[in-house]
Every structure is written in structure tokens, then in C-alpha cells.
């Protein structure tokens, strides 16, 4: 009744109606709607520009090489580690004392030098393919009186006799006590070099002579309180002691032997000195064919070695027995450290033992990346390549430690000399000097003792090959008998080229009976050798004309009683054979005399260089 009454305090207003719309309302409502939009959008896009996105889960996995890919995981494969290479390059101006003509001058060079580990990977540079028929000598114009340039001569040096000098009365001079007392103190120094600097009371001793100063007491009494006393150094000589088995006899020993008509294995080893102890624990170690039926001719090669941990003093004894056929080792049996003896398996031909420190790269590879890599001028590596490949096996994989040192000339308007290489392979080091002979100016590389890095004969005529056939008595592969085998058969390729192991006159050439195509070779000092079964001699190759070391004088073949292609490699000394392997060769060139003299300056005056600049010493004289 009360819902149409109008109001009690005005005047009744009419309500709006509810199907009106509000502008207002709405236009705020959709800029708040854009406004959001937009900043949502600014920021994706921001996101999505800084790359903060999920990224999508990844799953590895295994590379499916195809059959002829080379990396292959075999067996006993290692992860590559990454290699710290030790480096240290030097580059200085220094004198160095010379020899131009009659005279000494002193000029000053540029000299670089480099100290580095040797890589266990390829280089990423390219490496030529190493070439061991290149000549080992290494010519280089000699050096004349006009050869040196005043402008870069500092001082000219003239030596002249002391005893026509003449002193001026009241010259500085020595008294007789302290000549006596300096010729005292230099013999009782140790072989060596003099000690850097006198200890402060010598130098008292020495500098203030109370003579200098007479009648005068104050210099008198201001030192009459100081006892100068040399002391001795302390020093423990230990005596040099002998091996207990006489001056002439070495620890080891190997024996070829030849077992005779109607001699067993048990009675030869029993000759050789085996205990009946030992020689029970041999012939149980061996198969039963090698203890009774092994015929006459049958090949054995004996270890004689020290039967303890090789002190001196002690027994020797055999340590090893090893028994050749025809196609190589047939077995082994050696000692072990409880005293046995155990069977070795024989080394199977074509397979090899890698270490687990070497790597797959070559020492010469190795080298010559590294030279490279460090800038070093073509010439000096290839120097630093032909001084090392005579008395360094450059084919030998590089080992962890393996090291190298080159210290050369690098002048504006001379060409670089190598002056020092010193290489330290498998713990064993070997340093080498630039020597140039007078007269001929043929160049040289010498150890410390002098002694020339070229050896008067090659063990190897084949720039590739293995030994099929070792040097000793053996069954003939066609003749059927044993008889003593004079020479170290090489295996290689038919056509490879053979080279002459040293300097030397044609004897014979031509083909001789079983041995095919021959060549023999007349060396100095009563060393001859011989090539056989090649398949054809080079031209220019006959009697009477001079070959040099490294000269090919044939090539690989199978003439003669062969049965595969090699060459038959023979080393006569005064018309007896030696076993090419393990004779001493001597070296191509000795100095003594004044030439020694002359080179022991010289390499005094290198290895000053290389210290005083922080050179780290590779290989060092001792």
C-alpha cells in the first residue's frame, strides 16, 4: 500500500533507466585494457630479444660413423688431454768473438732463441714428408779474411805474448805469498766453474795491503782485530767402485751359439754356466720339442746377466734363452723376480708395443711443426733436421717430456745460422754445436766432447724396411741347412732404393752366383760393405768409382737365392763380419788439438749466451 506513495521530504525523482550506456565508463574500461596489453606485450618481446627462452630438453647422442671412417675406439684407447706446452722465445743482441782469417774480431749478431716442449698431436701446419735420402752434410761457403764487414766489427782482438810486455816500476802488482796462495786456492777447487763471488773476509784479506800504506798505524790497528780464516768446503768423496767382474767385462752379454752334432739344448746351456737349480727351471719352462728335438745348426741367442738386482759384486748368470727358426723367434723363456723362469710369447711380426705416454705423431713431425709454429726460418729447421737425423732415429714416436732447444743467427743482411740444437728424447739428451772446418767451410754439428753427430757408417741401407733376418747362424730358406747367416737382411718393397752407409770406393759390382747383384764397398779404416740380391745397380755404380754416404746405388730386388724382395746387408771389419746392429761405429770426425781447443771457445761462448739470457739447458756437457 505504501510502494506508489511519493516522498515525505521532496519532490519525487524518476530513476534512470537501466538500458541507458555509459560512455564514460566505457572508454576508460577498454584504454585500461590496451594500456595492459601493450606493457604485456613490451615485455614478451624484451624477453623473447635477451634470449631468456626454455630451451626444449636435448638428448646425446652416439655419432653413427660409416664403416670407412678412421675414428674407430679400439681397445685400450685414451681420451685426448690437452697439452700444456712449455715455450720460452728470446730474441737479444749480443758480441760474439770470431775467426776472420788470421784475426779475431768481435761482432754483434742477432740471435734468437727458443726452449719448448714437443707436442704429442700433428701440427696444424703442413709438414714436409721427411726425405732420409738427403745428403747428411750440410755446405756452406767458407768464411775469408774479406768476409768481414767493419761496420759491424766492433773490436778487432790481437793476441800477443805476455812475457814481451813490459811493466812500469810502481805498477800494480801481486807479492810472491799471494801468487803462492791464489795457485793454492785454484787446485784445490773441484773440476768446475769458479764460484760467483768471494766470501767479504777474502776480499779484506786482499783489497787492504798494509804495504800500500806504510807507517801508518791507524790502518794498522783498524783491522789488526779481524782473524780471516778460509775454511775447507765440506765435501764427501765417495770412491769410484769397480763392478766386481773385472775392467773388461760388461754386466751384460748376449750369445749367439749353434747347437753341434749330437748336442742337446740341456748340455749347451749346462756349458754356459747354468746351476743345475736353474738350468731344471728352463728346460721346464720350454715345450716339450725344444727339449729333445732340436737339430744340429739350431740357433739359441743367451742373456747373461747379474742374477740379483745388478749390484756389483754379484754372480752372473743366464737370464734369458731365446731359440730362432726360420721365419724368426720360436720361443723365449727369461727370469722373473722371484728367480723362475716363465715362457714369453715371441713378438709377433708387423705388430707393435705402443707406450702408453707416446703418441701417434713421429719425432720429426713433431720437430718440424713445432719450428715452424714459432717461427723459425725454413733453413734453420732443415739444418736442425739433417744435424739430428744422423744420430737420432727421427721416425720414433714422440714421447710426454720430449724437448727441444735452438739457439740461431738472425741477422737483417746474413743468412740465419743455427748455432745449438740440444734435444732431449726418451730421458736421453743430445746437444749439438755449429762447427765450420777450415779450408773447406764445410759445416758441421758436434757434441760437447767434439765429437762429429755423423757416424762413419749407417746400420741401415733402406730409407724403409724391417729385418726379416737377423745376423747369426740360421736355416737357409732354400738350401735346407744352417749355416752362419753374415749379414741383417732388410725386407722392403721391390724397387726401394739402397744407399751406401758411408764414403767409400766400388770394389765389385755386378752379379756374383747365390747373392745376385752385388755391390761391395771399400770404407776407410779397413771397413767394407756389401748389398746383394738387388734387383738392378744405378748407373755410374762400378769399380773404382767413389760413392758418398747416402748415394743410392741400386735398388731392392730378389736376384740371386732369395725368396722375397730385401737386400743382403753385410759389415766386413779387416775380412771379418760383424753383426751390422751392434757394432760400435765410430764417428765421421773427431777434433783434438788446437781444432778441439778452438771449438771448446766457441762452445764456451754459446752456452754463455744461452744462460745469460734465461735459456733452459736442455742437453749440457758433463
Known amino acids: 500500500m505504501f510502494a506508489d506513495a511519493p516522498s515525505l521530504s521532496g519532490p519525487a525523482v524518476s530513476a534512470a533507466p537501466r538500458q541507458a550506456l555509459n560512455l564514460r565508463w566505457l572508454a576508460g574500461s577498454l584504454l585500461t585494457g590496451f594500456t595492459g596489453a601493450g606493457l604485456i606485450g613490451v615485455a614478451l618481446y624484451l624477453a623473447a630479444a635477451d634470449g631468456i627462452v626454455a630451451a626444449p630438453p636435448e638428448r646425446a647422442l652416439p655419432p653413427h660413423g660409416d664403416g670407412g671412417s678412421g675414428d674407430v675406439a679400439r681397445k685400450g684407447d685414451r681420451l685426448v688431454r690437452d697439452e700444456m706446452i712449455v715455450a720460452a722465445k728470446t730474441a737479444f743482441k749480443a758480441p760474439m768473438t770470431e775467426r776472420a782469417g788470421e784475426r779475431e774480431v768481435i761482432r754483434v749478431h742477432a740471435y734468437v732463441q727458443i726452449a719448448t716442449d714437443l707436442p704429442l698431436r700433428s701440427p696444424d701446419v703442413p709438414v714436409p714428408p721427411f726425405d732420409p735420402l ?154 716339450a720339442r725344444a727339449k729333445g728335438d732340436l737339430s744340429e745348426g739350431q740357433h ?28 724368426g723367434i720360436q720361443e723365449i723363456v727369461a727370469a722373473n723376480d722371484r728367480g723362475g723362469f716363465v715362457s714369453v710369447a715371441p713378438p709377433r711380426p708387423g705388430t707393435t708395443q ?58 737483417e743482411d746474413a743468412r740465419p745460422e743455427l748455432l745449438y740444437v740440444g734435444l732431449r728424447v726418451h730421458e736421453e739428451t743430445l746437444g749439438l754445436y755449429r762447427y765450420r772446418v777450415p779450408g773447406t767451410g764445410e759445416v758441421d754439428y758436434l757434441d760437447p766432447s767434439g765429437r762429429s753427430s755423423q757416424k762413419f757408417l749407417m746400420r741401415r741401407p733402406v730409407p724403409e724396411g724391417r729385418i726379416s733376418s737377423p745376423f747369426g747362424a740360421r736355416l737357409h730358406p732354400i738350401l735346407g741347412y744352417y749355416r752362419p747367416h753374415n749379414g741383417v737382411d732388410w725386407a722392403a718393397t721391390r724397387g726401394t732404393p739402397i744407399m751406401a752407409t758411408g764414403d767409400g770406393t766400388v770394389v765389385s759390382a755386378g752379379a756374383r752366383s747365390g747373392y745376385g747383384n752385388r755391390v761391395e764397398i771399400q770404407h776407410a779404416n ?97
Request: aromatic residues 4%; hydrophobic residues 40%.
Open 134 to 287: 738427403r745428403s747428411a752434410r750440410i755446405e756452406a761457403p767458407a768464411a775469408t779474411e774479406g768476409d768481414s764487414d767493419p761496420a759491424e766489427t766492433a773490436v778487432t782482438l790481437v793476441r800477443s805474448p805476455l812475457s814481451e810486455a813490459e811493466l812500469e816500476d810502481g805498477a800494480p802488482a801481486l807479492t810472491d805469498g799471494e801468487v803462492d796462495a791464489l795457485v793454492a786456492e785454484t787446485q784445490a777447487l773441484p773440476d768446475g766453474p769458479l764460484p760467483p763471488a768471494f766470501p767479504a773476509e777474502r776480499l779484506l784479506s786482499r783489497a787492504l795491503r798494509p804495504a800500500a800504506i806504510p807507517d801508518d798505524p791507524a790502518v794498522e790497528a783498524r783491522f789488526r782485530n779481524i782473524e780471516v780464516r778460509i775454511l775447507p768446503e765440506n765435501l764427501t768423496r765417495i770412491p769410484e767402485t769397480s763392478t766386481g767382474q773385472g775392467t773388461d767385462q760388461a754386466l751384460f752379454e748376449e750369445r749367439d751359439l749353434v747347437l753341434a752334432k749330437d748336442q742337446s739344448l740341456e748340455d749347451l746351456l749346462r756349458r754356459n754356466g747354468a746351476e743345475p737349480a736353474r738350468l731344471a727351471a728352463m728346460l721346464a719352462s720350454l715345450s
Open 300 to 327: 739359441v741367442r743367451l742373456l747373461i746377466a747379474p742374477e740379483g738386482d745388478g749390484r756389483s759384486g754379484e754372480r752372473r748368470g743366464i737370464a734369458r734363452v731365446t731359440l730362432y727358426g726360420e721365419d
Open 354 to 411: 705402443d707406450d702408453d705416454e707416446e703418441s701417434g705423431v713421429t719425432l720429426y713431425e713433431s720437430l718440424y711443426g713445432t719450428a715452424l709454429k714459432n717461427g723459425v726460418p725454413r733453413p734453420i729447421i732443415e739444418e736442425m733436421v739433417m744435424a739430428l737425423a744422423t744420430s737420432t732415429d727421427l721416425q720414433q714416436r714422440t714421447a710426454s717430456g720430449d724437448r727441444v732447444e735452438l739457439f740461431f743467427t738472425e741477422d
Open 526 to 622: 779397413g771397413y767394407t760393405t756389401a748389398y746383394n740380391h738387388m734387383a738392378r745397380i744405378a748407373r755410374g755404380v762400378a769399380p773404382g768409382a767413389r760413392v758418398r754416404l747416402g748415394q743410392v746405388i741400386g735398388a731392392v730386388g730378389t736376384t740371386g737365392l732369395s725368396t722375397g724382395p730385401h737386400v743382403h746387408y753385410e759389415v766386413a771389419i779387416n775380412g771379418r763380419f760383424v753383426d751390422p746392429m751392434k757394432i760400435r761405429l765410430p764417428s765421421a770426425r773427431e777434433l783434438a788439438g788446437p781444432s778441439l781447443a778452438a771449438f771448446r771457445q766457441a762452445e764456451e761462448q754459446i752456452d754463455a749466451l744461452r744462460q745469460r739470457h734465461g735459456g733452459k739447458t736442455v742437453a749440457e756437457r758433463t
